[in-house]
């Protein structure tokens, strides 16, 4: 089917010097797997290392903003025992389990230069999809704004388990699998950010 929608024409940037996180919930697990392959192939496809995709789980949607959060901490206490650079602010607000394990690593990997948050909210019957689907939505361009670091918004917020389907290609429309936009949307923010800074 032709449509308008979409990111427009593809751009062909180089991912290779990248480093991207998955942070993905586990509700809905059929949908979410395939998207979240289709974000890794994107990546792939645009050169970024698989050594360099790191893909992390949380329980639902409603934990994804707190997710993309730490792990985004993790990398730059883990670039700073790497010798990468990390400021006394970021140091200051950063204080966990998982900075900890984190800081303790031996591979030198410097901070992620973009997030890409998945979950699948379905619609039930009472007011739950819009509450989660808002405060995810906030939470997640809150971490964008605080830390600069893009995150890419991978939430489906579909009525019926179909149209979660159908956006992750699993449906009989054909529809492509929304999970490659947001590899590609990560790459792309990736590279400008850096270009930004
Ligand atoms: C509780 C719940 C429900 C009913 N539905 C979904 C859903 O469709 N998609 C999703 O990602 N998570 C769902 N959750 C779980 C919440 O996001 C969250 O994990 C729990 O409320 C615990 O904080």
């Known amino acids: 089917m032709t449509t308008i929608k979409g990111p427009g024409a593809a751009q062909s940037l ?39 995709i790191t893909v992390q789980t949380v329980p639902g949607s409603y934990e994804l903003p707190l997710g993309v959060q730490r792990i985004y901490a993790a990398s730059q206490v883990q670039a700073s025992s790497s010798g990468e650079g990390i400021s006394a602010t970021d140091l200051l607000s950063s204080s966990t389990t998982d900075l900890k394990s984190a800081s303790q690593s031996t591979s030198p990997k410097k901070p992620f230069d973009a997030i ?48 979660g389907l159908e956006r992750a290609g699993l449906g009989k429309s054909g529809m492509h699998n929304h999970g490659e936009d947001w590899g590609s949307a990560a790459v792309e923010l990736g590279v400008k950010r850096q270009e930004w800074s």
């Open 116 to 163: 890409i948050a998945i979950g699948v909210l379905i619609k039930g019957a009472t007011m739950h999809f819009e509450y989660i689907a808002d405060a995810v939505s906030h939470g997640l361009m809150r971490v964008q704004l605080d830390t600069g670091v893009p995150v890419i918004f991978g939430l489906l917020t579909v009525l019926t388990e179909e149209q």
């Open 14 to 52: 180089d991912g290779s010097g990248l480093r991207i996180a998955i942070v993905h919930a586990r509700w809905n697990t059929a949908i979410i797997d395939s998207l979240v392959s289709g974000a890794k192939k994107s990546l792939l496809a645009a050169g970024v290392t698989e050594d360099n």
